[in-house]
């Protein structure tokens, strides 16, 4: 059993195709193939199980993939500080966030870390999916992520850093731009803008309006909040949006921001694999974000 074992059979169990492994790794199926036999022969056990579109890990194979994906990114997390300290660098911090994120959330904690960690290297990267976040931090690609928060995820930590209340965007001109707050009933008959579809924001969203058994409709889509609050202000339609830090107070300027107390507010916050394994450099980002937009800063 050899540490590349391990690390193909853990893909192999993310993948759910030994092919497509074969692809990333540049190799032959037959190639991915021998490294799960010889971990099924190491082990005694039948580790994956075939199917008519890939494979899946059996109840075996699913221990040993939690207990390597930990081992490896463990591994991976100490050769990268040995590689730092060889090199007299103070460390990396990998965070997946987006420039909404980094604008809303980041910016203040950014400049105060960059001041105080000069020597450590931020790289901000943007994942096109939820899973391809959790993978990336699973595997040590990524230290951090900046996500919308929903159900468990194995091998992820979850941390709730604030709630965001939901607001309405409108154009100062909108008749709806004098309210004092809105009731998501009241918005049956309008047309909004879309959140990204796909997004845990709209899934939320959606999910808080049929509690109260409202369904909105919409005739825009947009890729991220600020696009959605730039077309509420020049007046192309309506939105609903997390009130992100940062915002101009509702009556500033072109854009109203109408509470709608009713909807469950968006929670946002930090994934991690571990925290305890997190590298110093990371935490230190981690932790001074959560104390600048935590829910004592946004009070």
Not at 1 to 14: K, N, W, Y
Not at 46 to 65: K, S
Not at 134 to 142: I, K, Q, R, S, Y
Request: net charge neutral.
């Amino acid at each position: 059993m050899t540490l590349e074992d391990l690390r193909v059979f853990t893909a192999v169990c993310r993948a759910g195709s030994l092919s497509a492994v074969a692809r990333e790794l540049g190799c032959t199926q037959s190639a991915v193939s021998q490294h799960v036999r010889r971990l099924e022969k190491e082990t005694g056990v039948a580790l994956l199980e075939r199917r008519p579109r890939g494979v899946t890990p059996t109840r075996a194979g699913r221990i040993l993939e939690t207990a390597a994906a930990d081992g490896i990114a463990g591994l991976d997390l100490a050769v990268r500080q040995l590689r730092d300290l060889a090199d007299g660098v103070s460390g990396y911090v990998r965070v997946a966030t987006g420039a909404t994120t980094v604008r809303h959330f980041m910016s203040d904690a950014l400049v105060t870390y960059r001041r105080r960690h000069p020597q450590v290297n931020l790289e901000f990267r943007t994942v096109s999916s939820g899973r391809g976040t959790f993978d990336a931090l699973a595997d040590g690609t990524l230290d951090l992520a900046w996500i919308t928060l929903g159900p468990p995820v194995r091998g992820i930590e979850q941390r709730r850093v604030v709630d965001l209340p939901w607001m309405l965007a409108v154009p100062a001109d909108d008749p709806l731009a004098a309210l004092p707050h809105v009731d998501p009933a009241d918005l049956r008959d309008v047309r909004l803008i879309r959140l990204p579809p796909n997004s845990a924001s709209a899934a939320q969203l959606d999910a808080s309006c049929a509690e109260l058994g409202v369904r909105f409709a919409y005739d825009t889509g947009v890729a991220d909040w600020d696009t959605a609050l730039l077309l509420a202000e020049l007046g192309v339609g309506r939105s609903v949006v997390p009130a992100l830090p940062g915002l101009s107070a509702p009556g500033d300027g072109t854009l109203r921001l109408i509470p709608v107390p009713a909807l469950r507010p968006l929670p946002v916050g930090w994934a991690v694999r571990r925290w305890d394994a997190l590298s110093p450099p990371a935490r230190a980002f981690a932790d001074m974000v959560t104390e600048q937009r935590g829910p004592a800063a946004a009070t």
